[in-house]
Each structure stands twice: as C-alpha cells, then as structure tokens.
C-alpha cells in the first residue's frame, strides 16, 4: 500500500505589520508582533513530528517586500530544519509574494522547489508517485484564468494542483487567478491545494478542492481558529483531511450587552467579565486579541460614547489583571442606542441635535462636505480606503453624508452632555 501525508498551507504573511499595536508594550503586544513567525516555526515543528512526506505552500508565504533580509533568513533556516528531516517543499508565490513584489532575495536550500511564474510547472515525486502542478504569480494582480494551462493530469501518479485563487471572490477576497470549481474538477486532478481566501473550506471531495485558511489571524476579521491541513493519502485516494492548529493568538469579536447597565462602572464590569469567561471557554491556552462592542438599549449611551478612551484602558485594565498573556483589548466599539431621543430635550442639547438632524437633509451642506471632504479622501492610499474600520472614516469614504453627520452629532451630543451642558 502507498501510504503518505503532506502538509497544505499558504496566506502565512510572514512578518505582516500588525494594525492596533502602535503605543503598545509588554508580553502579549510581542506575542503579537511575532505571531506570524511563531506559528509558522509550529508548524515546521508539528511537520518534523509528523514525520510528513512533504509541505506544500500555496501563495502568499511573504506579505510583501521585505523590510530586511531577517524575514528572508527566518524562513530559510525553516526549510534548513525540514531539509535535515528530509522533508520536501513546493512554494507557489501568490499576490503579496509575486515576482514583482518582492525585490530582496536569498538562495534556499534544496529542499524547496519553487513554481516558476513564466508557465506552469511539474514537480514529481516517483518514490511517492506524486505529481504537483502549479504557477506563481509574475505580478500582484493576476486577472487570467491560469488552470486551462495547466498540465493534463499523469496517469498511475497522484495529482495535485496548487493555486493561489480567488475562485469568483469567494469570502470578499479580490477574485485574482479566477476559475470556477467545475473548471478545477474537469481538471482530473486527485487533489488541488488552494490558498488567498483565509477561511479553509473543503469545497469538493474526490477530487478534493481545498482551501487551507490562513496559519495566523492578524486582525479582526480573522477570527477563531486557524490551521494549516494534513492529509493523508492512501493508494491514490484522500483518506483524511485535519487541520493543524498552530496559531499562537486567537482574534475574537466579543459582543456585550450593556442593556441593564445604569452607570459606566456597571458596563467595566461586565467587560471584565466577558474577557474572564472568554479567556476561561475559548483560549486553548492561547492569548485571545479581543474587540470588544457594547451593544443594547441603555441609558447612559452617552457615558459610553463619550467614554471610549476611558473604556478600552480599564478593558485592558480587566485584561492584565487576568495575566499578562491572557487576552489583549484591540479596542472598544459603542453600538448602543439611547433609549430616550436627545431631540425632544427642550434645551440647548435638544436644539443642537434637532440643527443636526435637519443638516443631515440640507442638500447645500451634504455637497460641500462631498466637494471638500471627497477631495481628502480621494488623495487617501488605495490601502487605508479599502481597509478602514472606523465608522466616521468610512462614511467619509463611502461618500454617505448623512450617516457622518449622523455619527458626528452623536460623539458631539454625548461630550456636550458629559460636560453638563
């Protein structure tokens, strides 16, 4: 019987800036500025342990340029562990690591193969009988279909296709190298080793078509667990498929509800509760990086909103006291409603959120703010326009007037109120 397991990875983003950490110190800030490279150098451990035929990497191994030539040298000295192991590597370069990208280079070791980015490639394996088909990315954006150039499957060998794809946008991701599943399963190919959407799926069996997910969350819209695959072949057929989870930091969107909160003591509380709960349930012994949103209908919704600064110090206050690598607060989002409408006041806030109100209908005042502010926002960087959390910026950006000035007269009422005014 031939018998044999590989590990499937990619969207690494080795050495990714890590967005929330400017100002921040101590353990659990370094855990997460290194969590890329510690979960890859896991992975390279749970590799040797596993005693895995061979790695493959579909894409998106860097997350861009490199700063220096010490993320080229951490990765080099990963594949020296492996090689000494005897294990294989098959790296395709994706959209952040393509040709064109990436300018500083170093030579590796002979274990790692490299998927040329001129044409389709072939790597075999004969003492497996395995054959792996696949090609880089020349350049960042890649719009051609490139399956259809790919080679026809070889008979008696165990095929698999690697491809770094947006397969039609799945999960919002730009649709780079696009196909179609019944393109990929046309192909004839046993197995195809996909990477660039960062949530794993398993999107067909026999052939099995999957997505791997990313080896570490970076942000907030990465959340819960993630994994590399392994998978284990037997006499040319998928037997299994597990994921190996070897992140070090667990990103987590925790929702708490603040409806019965009376004073801004009680909504600290029940934060600190929320992140003792979590840490307890849902760490896994790994540090959870938590955003935390206060949602419900509550009275002091102006405490809240005026409080934010206040809130995310005593959020990460509750955080330390439960240890120094237990969870780290990202940042505190108000989403509560106040109950009672600031515009039936018959005083100076009531008249100020009435002249707000009706300035979100003044068509005069909606096209200056679109004359000035599309002005700043369009000199803004592709990258900050595409990627922005702030609810106010992002208004801004989606040119939606009547919400940021909505936005705006809220944070205003509610610092006005705190002032006493």
């Known amino acids: 019987m031939n018998s044999f ?19 921040q110190d101590g353990a659990a800030a370094d855990r997460i500025r290194t969590a890329t490279r510690a979960a890859f150098h896991n992975l390279i451990t749970r590799a040797i342990e596993e005693e895995v035929a061979f ?12 700063r220096d030539y010490h993320t080229g040298l951490f990765f080099v000295k990963q594949m020296g562990r492996l090689a000494k192991a005897g294990i294989g590597v098959f790296l ?41 088909h696949g090609q880089s990315f020349k350049q960042r954006d890649v719009t051609d279909d490139l399956v259809p150039a790919y080679p026809a499957l070889i008979g008696g060998l165990f095929n698999i296709g690697v ?9 919002g991701h730009a649709n780079y190298a696009p196909c179609t599943l019944d393109e990929l399963v046309n192909k004839g190919y046993d197995y195809w080793a996909l990477a660039h959407v960062h949530q794993a ?35 040319r057929q998928v037997v299994d498929i597990s994921p190996l989870h070897m992140d070090v930091v667990r990103w987590v969107h925790l929702v708490v509800t603040v409806d019965h909160c009376t004073h801004t003591n009680d909504a600290i509380d029940a934060i600190r509760k ?42 990460r206050a509750a955080a330390l006291g439960i240890g120094d690598e237990a969870a780290w607060i990202e940042r505190v989002v108000v989403s509560t409603i106040d109950p009672s409408s600031t515009a039936l006041r018959m005083d100076a806030l009531g008249d100020l959120q009435r002249m707000i109100g009706s300035a979100a209908e003044d068509t005069t ?50 610092r006005l109120a705190t002032e006493g005014v």
């Open 55 to 66: 790695i493959i990497i579909a894409g998106d191994l860097y997350d861009g340029d490199w």
């Open 5 to 23: 397991r590989f590990i499937h990875t990619g969207d690494i983003h080795l050495d990714s800036p890590l967005k929330g950490l400017s100002g």
């Open 274 to 315: 929320a992140i003792e709960h979590q840490v307890a349930s849902e760490s896994e012994g790994r540090l959870l990086a938590c955003r935390i949103e206060l949602t419900g209908r509550t009275e002091i919704h102006g405490q809240l909103l005026a409080s934010e600064e206040y809130l995310i110090a005593e959020a």
């Open 163 to 171: 491809l770094h794809t947006g397969l039609g946008g799945m999960g």
């Open 92 to 132: 395709l370069y994706g959209n952040h690591d393509a040709e064109s990208q990436i300018t500083r280079r170093l030579v590796l070791p002979e274990n790692v193969n490299v998927f040329s980015a001129r044409k389709p490639q072939t790597f075999r394996r004969d003492d497996l009988s395995v054959a792996l």
């Open 201 to 235: 799926a398993v999107l067909h069996e026999r052939p099995h078509i999957v997505f791997c997910g990313n080896l570490q969350g970076r942000h907030i819209r990465e959340t819960g667990q993630k994994a590399a695959s392994l998978v284990t072949v037997e006499d």
């Open 365 to 414: 005042l909606r096209a200056q703010f679109e004359s000035e502010l599309g002005d700043l926002v369009r000199k803004l960087p592709h990258d900050v326009r595409g990627d922005v959390e702030d609810v106010i910026l992002k208004a801004a950006i989606d040119g939606d007037y009547v919400s940021l000035i909505a936005q705006v007269g809220d944070y205003l009422t509610a």
